[in-house]
């Protein structure tokens, strides 16, 4: 394996976060998301999953516990540029009226001072992130415009462009085809060639033996973690999932050993 990129590792310990709501998301979650793998993070609807990133990215604060990356306390990391995140697609306003181009130079902000004025290393980098997810052509459509997997395409597109190190995306595969599926997995097996860290949130368990390298077990809490060849059993997954009846998760073993 290719290692340009320095090690950095989410570290997660003891992490509890409560909503304004009184609502408790998360309790005593530990986990470490290694780097230079794709780490997939599954989990029931409600589980946690998205209060997972926003606590990594340092979008809400813990009630309890600390997130390290590469070291780094989140709100150091994220000063280096290194998390870049892809969102779930619910958590955009698709009516704002933004060129693709503009969303993927949005990944370059936090490189520019306050006028925000793109330099000629800006516009290259992202040019050759919309190259490499295949996006070039849709450049000046308005980001409302585009399909489900177009969309995930051009954010994913921002975070190349900001050459996130520690890549998180939640549900990336939510209303894509199989075809933009396979070009996002490729993409991210390049990446995680390259050395970056990155965790993927998906309800496709079918497609995790597939490219996650580990999985994290996820309801409330880390019920479980590490390769996903040890991690992702049949035991594991109706701890994690409770009601889900016994027979769709046959179902599901069944696909995996058909596509693998
Ligand atoms: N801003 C918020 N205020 C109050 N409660 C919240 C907030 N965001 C999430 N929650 C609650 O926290 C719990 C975890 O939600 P979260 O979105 O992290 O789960 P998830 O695993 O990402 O779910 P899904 O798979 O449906 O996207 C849920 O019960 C949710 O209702």
Known sequence: MQTTLPRLDITVDNLSVVYSNAKLALYSAHCTVESGT????????????????????????????????????????????????????????WNFPVSVFDVVMMGRYGYMNLMRIPGPRDRRL???????????????????????????????????????????????????????EKRIVDLLMQLRDEGHTILVSTHDLASISTFCDRTILLNRTILASGTTQETFTQDNLEMTFGGLPVYSLNQMFQKVEVES
Not at 130 to 152: A, D, P, Y
């Open 38 to 93: 794709i780490t997939g993070l599954v989990g029931p609807n409600g589980g946690g999953k998205s209060t997972l990133f926003n606590a990594i990215m340092g979008f809400l604060q813990p009630s309890q516990g600390r997130i390290h990356i590469g070291g780094m306390p989140v709100q150091k990391a994220q000063k280096q540029q290194w998390m870049a995140y892809v969102p779930q697609s619910d958590a955009v306003d």
């Open 126 to 180: 992202v040019m050759e992130s919309l190259e490499r997810v295949g996006m070039s052509e849709f450049r000046h459509h308005q980001i409302g415009e585009l399909s489900g997997g177009q969309k995930k395409r051009a954010f994913l597109a921002r975070a190349l462009a900001q050459e996130g190190k520690v890549i998180l995306l939640d549900e990336p595969f939510t209303g894509v085809d199989v075809k933009t």
